[in-house]
C-alpha cells in the first residue's frame, strides 16, 4: 500500500511541475547565482594576485623558489581536497550527467566547499583551466541543496540540478541562453517546455545578480569590422573541416593524458597535481602569457597582430599545458582553455590566409569568433550552444549564418570521425569500474521523461509492440499539449515525450535502455 502511495503521489505532483519549478527555479537561482558569483570573484582575485606574485619573482631567484614552494604546498592541498571528495575532479559537467542519468550520486554539502577552494587554487596556481566546469557543478549541487532542505523527490531533484547547471553558467559567463541551452543539450537532454521555463528562470536570476555587480558588459570585447564576404565561405569550409579533425585529436591527446597520469600516480591525487602545479611555475618564468584561463591570450590575439611563429609556439604550449592541467584531475574545466584554443585556431588560419590568399587582415577577427565556436562544437557535440555562447560572450550577433557553416561542417566532420563527444568519454571513464552504492533505501520512485527522436525504434511502433525496459513503468505520452494514458494498441510517434517511472535502484540501467529506445542510438 505505502509503494501504491508513493507512486500516486509522484504522479500527481508532476501534473504541476510547470508551476511548481517556476517559484523553485527563482530560490535555486538565487542561491547558485550566490555561489558562483562569490566564486568569480574570488577567481578575479586570485589570476591578480598571480601576476602580481610573478611580477615580484623576476630576476628574483629566491622569490622564485618560494613560489615554487607554495605551488607544491598548493598542489598537495588540491590534492588532498580531491582525495577527500573525488567527485570535485576536473570539471563536474561528467559527474552531473551521471548524477542526471541516475548512475553517479554527489554529497552536495561537501561539494561545494572542496569544488570552490580546489578551483580557485588551480586557477591561483596558473593552471590552464576554466571556471565555467566548477561553475555548472558548483550550480547544480546549490539546485541539489534546495531539493534536500525542501525534502523533494528525485524527480524534482534533477529538475532543480538543471536549473542550478543553468544559473551556474549564466553566472559564469553572463549567458543565460547559453546556458540553458547547454543543460538542455547536454546535460538534461528534453526540452520539454517545465524544464526549459524552470531553467530559463533560474539563469536569469543568476544573470541578474551577476551583472549587477560585475557589469554588463561582454566576456569579449573586440571588434568584428562587419560580415565575412561570401566569397570567402569556401574557407570557412576548409576551416570546419579541419576544427573537427582537430577537435577529434583535442579529445584523443586529452584522454591520453588522463590515461598517462593514471598509471603513474594510480591512487594517489596529491602525486598527480604536483606536475600541473610546478610546471605553471617553470612557465612562469618562460612563458607566462600561457598561464591562468587563457582571456589575456584571446584579448591579445584580437586587438594586435602576432607573426605566425609567436603564435604557433604560444599555441603549441598552451595546448600542451591545457591538457597537462586538466589530466590531473585538478579541480577546473576544460570549457574556456576549449575556447581559447579555438581563437588560436581561428587566428593561425586567418593569419595564413592572409598571407597566402591576400585577405584583409580586419577579418583576422571574424576568423577567431568564427573558430571559437566550430571548435567547441567539434569536441563537445553541442552546436546550438556553440553558436549562442559565441553571441554572448561577444555581444556580436552579426556572424549567423558564417557560424551556422563553420559549426555545421565541424560537426559533421567530428561525426564522421566516430570520435565520441569528450564529456560521454569523461564520464565513461568515471564509470569504469567504478561501485557505488545507491543512497539511503535506494528505493524512491523516479519519473524520466524521454522525446523520441526521428527514426527511433519505438517511433511508429504500438505500446505492446516495444521491449520496455525491466524494472520500468510507463506512466505516460505527452503529444504537444495532450497528455495520453498508453495502452496497448497507443501508437507512439516522432515528438512524443515519454514519461516512465523506476525506482532510485534501477534507475541507471533503465535511462541507458531508455536513450537507446527513444534516440536510436
Not at 567547441?376 to 552579426?398: K, N, Q
Not at 569528450?422 to 565513461?428: G, R
Not at 511502433?461 to 516495444?466: N, P, S
Request: proline letters at 4%; a neutral charge.
Amino acid at each position: 500500500m505505502r509503494e501504491k502511495k508513493d507512486i500516486s503521489y509522484t504522479i500527481r505532483r508532476s501534473a504541476d511541475f510547470p508551476v511548481i519549478m517556476i517559484g523553485e527555479g527563482i530560490l535555486v537561482g538565487c542561491f547558485a547565482g550566490g555561489v558562483v558569483l562569490l566564486y568569480r570573484i574570488c577567481l578575479n582575485y586570485a589570476a591578480s594576485w598571480m601576476q602580481e606574485i610573478l611580477g615580484l619573482c623576476q630576476g628574483h631567484p629566491g622569490r622564485t623558489a618560494l613560489w615554487m614552494g607554495a605551488l607544491f604546498l598548493m598542489a598537495v592541498i588540491t590534492g588532498l581536497l580531491v582525495k577527500w571528495e573525488p567527485m570535485i575532479s576536473g570539471s563536474g559537467i561528467p559527474q552531473l550527467k551521471g548524477e542526471m542519468e541516475g548512475k553517479l550520486h554527489q554529497n552536495w554539502r561537501r561539494i561545494l566547499p572542496a569544488k570552490f577552494l580546489g578551483g580557485f587554487l588551480g586557477l591561483f596556481g596558473g593552471l590552464a583551466l576554466g571556471r565555467e566546469g566548477p561553475s555548472i557543478q558548483l550550480g547544480a549541487m546549490a539546485g541539489k541543496g534546495v531539493s534536500r532542505v525542501l525534502k523533494r523527490g528525485k524527480t524534482e531533484e534533477k529538475f532543480l540540478l538543471t536549473c542550478g547547471a543553468s544559473a551556474g553558467m549564466a553566472a559564469a559567463f553572463q549567458a543565460p541562453l547559453a546556458g540553458v541551452m547547454f543543460t538542455m543539450e547536454e546535460i538534461h537532454k528534453n526540452f520539454t517546455a517545465a524544464v526549459f521555463v524552470s531553467a530559463m528562470t533560474s539563469a536569469v536570476v543568476a544573470d541578474y545578480m551577476t551583472t549587477r555587480v560585475l557589469g554588463m558588459d561582454p566576456v569579449f570585447q573586440f571588434e568584428i569590422v562587419g560580415n565575412l564576404p561570401q566569397g570567402y565561405y569556401g574557407l570557412l569550409i576548409l576551416m570546419g573541416v579541419l576544427l573537427g579533425f582537430f577537435g577529434v585529436f583535442y579529445n584523443w591527446f586529452t584522454l591520453k593524458v588522463q590515461t598517462f597520469y593514471q598509471k603513474i600516480f594510480a591512487f594517489r591525487p596529491a602525486g598527480k597535481a604536483v606536475i600541473p602545479f610546478l610546471t605553471a611555475g617553470i612557465l612562469g618564468i618562460f612563458a607566462p602569457e600561457v598561464l591562468g584561463n587563457g582571456h589575456s591570450l584571446i584579448e591579445t590575439m584580437t586587438h594586435e597582430r602576432m607573426i605566425i611563429q609567436t603564435l604557433l609556439i604560444l599555441f603549441a604550449l598552451r595546448f600542451v599545458f591545457s591538457a597537462v592541467s586538466f589530466g590531473a584531475g585538478v579541480p577546473g574545466g576544460i570549457f574556456f582553455p576549449m575556447l581559447v584554443l579555438g581563437a588560436f585556431a581561428g587566428c593561425v588560419f586567418g593569419t595564413v590566409c592572409s598571407e597566402l590568399f591576400g585577405i584583409p587582415g580586419e577579418y583576422i577577427n571574424n576568423f577567431i569568433l568564427l573558430a571559437m565556436a566550430g571548435f567547441f562544437t567539434a569536441v563537445v557535440r553541442a552546436p546550438m550552444t556553440g553558436i549562442i555562447l559565441i553571441f554572448e560572450l561577444t555581444g556580436s550577433i552579426s556572424q549567423m549564418l558564417s557560424l551556422s557553416v563553420v559549426t555545421v561542417i565541424a560537426y559533421i566532420s567530428a561525426m564522421m570521425l566516430k570520435s565520441e563527444p569528450i564529456y560521454e568519454s569523461l564520464l565513461a571513464r568515471i564509470l569504469k569500474g567504478r561501485k557505488q552504492e545507491p543512497e539511503e533505501s535506494g528505493q524512491e520512485k523516479v519519473l524520466d521523461y524521454y522525446a523520441v527522436a526521428e527514426d527511433a525504434f519505438v517511433s511508429g511502433r504500438t505500446v505492446r509492440e516495444i521491449p520496455w525496459p525491466e524494472f520500468c513503468l510507463l506512466v505516460s505520452i505527452r503529444r504537444g499539449e495532450r497528455e495520453l494514458i498508453p495502452k496497448g494498441k497507443t501508437r507512439i510517434q516522432t515528438g512524443d515525450v515519454i514519461i516512465t517511472m523506476t525506482d532510485e535502484e534501477h534507475n541507471g540501467a533503465v535511462c541507458d535502455q531508455m536513450k537507446q529506445l527513444c534516440r536510436n542510438e
